[in-house]
């Protein structure tokens, strides 16, 4: 049964949706009730004693004394080819929009582009690649589509994420040699959902800096880090009227700790509000009642804190 057309700007509550290709036998548009369908109200742990003080070694720290923070590319994919299988993400421009203002907050230099063929995407991040970074103490962008595992979904088909990510290779990318740069992505990795499993806890109550030595050499692949808004082979969760869980987080933790917590501390918090906070809500119970927890692969060499 085909659902009915949604209207994000409506300000209706809708259903929990997924960022991945449609099954055959259905359309998943999950349809909730209103009261279950957004983050439950959890108050944040409270921060403890510790949290006050920062120990930091400054040779394992990024330099971050530059002229500019860096750029923030966003890639906002929503309506897709009919050839692709794709439906329309509803939600998404929220999630670029608080996108946009967290990072900007942050001191980023922010351009969104929406509906990037695959072709599109690989010219826009060659060019971001080849511009000259020096005056920028890192790089951020940020994918917002469907997806399977390794790949992301452009307006007319899917890309391996490799090829779009390894233009700011060490060897490609002079200038952002030795600096972190930092790719979030919103998008499935694949068609298994998560469950979710009872557990006997409760709720937390917690409450000399260098730039890169020419004189040696570091890898190619060195100073990246993956926000992957879900683990492989999971389906990731979206709100067509209050935005995706993983993005909705991120915000969420950003504007409360962008300058407090190194980034690995942030993305655990937006784990953390992830796994806790989100369970999908539909009629049909094969999609009821559904868990997702961010994965965040990291070869950055030092801490970094904006």
Known sequence: MEPPKIDEDNGEDHGDQLDAKPDRRDRLSIFGKKKNNGPEQQPDPEPS??????????????????????????????????????GRR?????????????????????????????????????????????????????????????????????????????????DKCPTLVGKPKLFFIQACRGSEFDDGIQTDS??????????????????????????????????????????????????SVLSKYAKQLEILQILTRVNYKVATSYESQSEDPRFSEKKQVPCVVSMLTKELYF
Not at 225 to 247: D, E, H, I, Q
């Open 49 to 86: 004693f510790s949290n006050h003080y920062r120990i930091v070694t400054p040779t394992f720290q990024y330099n971050m004394d530059y002229k500019k923070v860096g750029k923030c590319i966003i890639i906002n994919n929503k309506n897709f080819a009919d050839h692709t299988g794709m």
């Open 202 to 251: 409760g709720p937390s109550n917690d409450n000399l800096e260098t730039d890169a030595n020419p004189r040696y050499k570091i890898p190619v692949e060195a100073d990246f880090l993956f926000a992957y808004s879900t683990v492989p082979g999971y389906y990731s969760w979206r709100n067509p009227g209050k935005g995706s869980w993983f993005v909705q987080s991120l915000c």
């Open 90 to 170: 509803n939600g998404t421009d929220k999630d670029a929009g608080d996108l946009q203002q967290c990072f900007r907050n942050i001191g980023f230099d922010v351009v969104v582009y929406n509906d990037q063929s695959c072709e599109e995407m690989e010219k826009l991040l060659e060019q971001a690649a080849s511009e000259n970074h020096s005056n920028a103490a890192c790089f951020a962008c940020i994918f917002l589509s469907h997806g399977e595992e390794g790949l992301i979904y452009g307006t007319d088909g899917p890309k391996p994420i490799k090829n779009l990510t390894s233009f700011f290779r060490g």
